[in-house]
């Protein structure tokens, strides 16, 4: 890979400032953009790391809400959330692989946006909000389709908050050679309303399955989905899967977690 | 740049570029040549190392994240006289290798199950696995030398 100048910051503010350089980009992890650089598919000239920043690191509750700091690595987050959200421990434990979960964190996944990356869809799911270093987005107004969000080029996601639901649950028909979801879902069952975040189906990125929520708030169980058909048109076809085999993938993963969190 | 860590409970310290990767650092700036790399993509995990006690891929770490850590490779596993530990006898035992290359991963992800997870089931240690290639053996004598490892009998070990 290109050679590139490294600053590793202990603070978010200092962050922020080492990013306004032309083509500087955050480092977290590292497990996707160190893979990219490699292939040079990015060469930025300044990497600022995150991972100097305690005040990103970690897993808080209060007021049924789960806080998530935005470098917080995978393997933290299933042993930290798993007795107050276990259906998010569940997703986070299931990413990658161990020496993956290691080091990737919430807040690179959530940055970089991949339309097959796991957390948006429970960040779909249950209403997240995103916390930058100048901005708090709704998660539905944050994912903006394939790799894009409305982070600007400097702005660093400090943290994920999430309402915890009453029960919820991630079905993951994992792509066996990248451990990526083929097609992903994360129900979630709040009082009064359901979420269904769906994550390596579309073309248009993670999206939240409104018809299935409709129908699942007023009867959480596989039977109220059973009548719905989710259409393949937009969903993305591929060597591993074609669209009608994703759209087909959603409402059974749909029915399965719904079962399972029942 | 330079970076200082300790690899193998011993301090060292080199001169590094910002993109130069744990895996060179180890291999050709400490010529510990035990850590391999396979696909230098994060596919494999042939360069599986520890770092503060967790794995992770040294292919897809730079070395100056790790200002300070506390690093183990594979030469770190037996003891100082060549004597191998419970995890390498058992790869040996049990044929947990056919060319070896991936060995010194397996090794380390092994070695990280078994601390967290002393006595896992054999679904745990496939699991366990799953960022860890193999080409020769269809892993079934690794599941059985990790089975073996921990204590528990290899029997049971159903052919896949």
Redesign the interface.
């Known amino acids: 890979?290109?050679?590139?100048?490294?600053v590793?910051p202990s603070s978010v503010e200092e962050a922020v400032a080492a990013l306004k350089t032309e083509d500087a980009k955050p480092l977290s992890g590292?497990?996707t953009l160190?893979?990219t650089?490699?292939q040079r598919l990015a060469s930025p000239s300044k990497?600022v790391?995150l991972?100097g920043i305690d005040s990103l690191k970690g897993v808080s509750v209060s007021d049924g809400v789960m806080t998530i700091g935005g470098a917080t690595n995978h393997?933290t987050v299933a042993k930290e959330a798993a007795s107050a959200f276990p259906g998010l421990a569940y997703l986070a434990g299931k990413i990658?692989?161990?020496?993956?979960r290691?080091?990737g964190t919430i807040g690179g996944s959530i940055a970089n946006n991949d339309p097959a990356a796991c957390y948006p869809s429970a960040a779909i799911a249950c209403g997240a909000t995103i916390v930058t270093d100048r901005n708090e987005y709704a998660a539905s107004d944050f994912f903006q389709g394939l790799f894009t969000t409305a982070l600007e080029e400097d702005e660093i996601v400090t943290a994920v908050k999430f309402p915890i639901p009453e029960a919820s649950n991630y079905q993951k028909f994992e792509q066996p050679a990248s451990?990526f979801p083929l097609t992903g879902v994360f129900v979630a069952k709040y009082a009064g309303r359901v979420g269904v975040g769906v994550t390596g189906a579309s073309e248009d990125g993670v999206f939240a399955w409104a018809e299935a929520e409709a129908a699942l708030a007023g009867n959480f169980s596989p039977d109220a989905i059973s009548g719905l058909t989710v259409d393949a048109d937009g969903m993305i076809s591929d060597l591993h899967g074609t669209g009608a085999y994703r759209a087909h993938l959603v409402k059974v993963l749909t029915g399965r977690g719904v079962k399972a969190a029942s | 740049m330079k970076v200082t860590m300790k690899v193998n409970g011993r301090q060292v310290s080199g001169e590094v570029e910002g993109r130069t990767l744990l895996s060179s650092f180890l291999r050709e700036g400490q010529e510990l040549t035990g850590t391999h790399i396979g696909c230098d993509t994060s596919q494999c995990g042939a360069c599986t190392v520890h770092v503060n006690g967790k794995q992770i891929k040294s292919c897809s770490v730079f070395a100056v994240e790790l200002e300070g850590a506390e690093v183990t490779t594979i030469e770190g596993m037996a003891a100082p006289d060549g004597t191998l530990n419970a995890i390498q006898a058992a790869f040996q035992e049990y044929h947990g290798l056919q060319c070896g290359f991936c060995t010194p991963g397996m090794v380390m992800a092994a070695a990280a199950l078994l601390k967290d997870t002393p006595k896992p089931t054999e679904s745990q240690i496939r699991e366990h696995l799953q960022g860890n290639i193999c080409r020769c053996t269809g892993y079934h004598n690794i599941v059985k030398a990790i089975m073996a490892a921990s204590g528990q009998p290899v029997a049971a070990v159903a052919a896949e």
């Open positions: 890979m290109y050679n590139f100048e490294f590793k590292g497990q160190l893979p650089m490699k990497l790391s991972l393997a990658g692989d161990p020496a993956v290691n080091r451990r």
